[in-house]
């Protein structure tokens, strides 16, 4: 059974930057796709970025030129480093596979954006 947990939330200001990261239990992390989404509540969780296991990738629009996502086989973690953080990026960010497995959902991780 796969389980991801993610970490690296928190409080920043507008500008600032945050790493988050997703560490995955079970070995069949390394030749999916893996995938950074996020939530806000009352909304439906949206697509934030995807890298495939050759390390192709992909970002909503709304974050390219900011968001980088990455992952490191070995560690069988994958990472998003967000740069130029807005207000509009306040969500709880998840990682899953892509498409993601219903039962991999974890708790995320709570990023506010505020003054």
């Known amino acids: 059974q796969v389980q991801l947990v993610e970490s690296g939330g928190g409080l920043v200001q507008p500008g600032g930057s945050l790493r988050l990261s997703c560490a995955a239990s079970?070995?069949?992390?390394?030749?999916?796709?893996m995938g950074w989404y996020r939530q806000v509540p009352g909304k439906q969780r949206e697509l934030v970025a995807t890298?495939?296991?050759?390390?192709?990738?992909n970002y909503a629009d709304s974050v390219k030129g900011r968001f980088t996502i990455s992952r490191d086989n070995a560690k069988n973690t994958v990472y998003l480093q967000m740069n130029s953080l807005k207000v509009e990026d306040t969500a709880v960010y998840y990682c899953?596979?892509?498409?993601?497995?219903?039962?991999?959902w974890g708790q995320g991780t709570q990023v506010t954006v505020s003054s």
């Open positions: 899953n596979f892509h498409p993601p497995l219903l039962q991999a």
């Open positions: 079970g070995t069949i992390y390394s030749i999916n796709t």
């Open positions: 890298i495939t296991s050759g390390g192709r990738l």
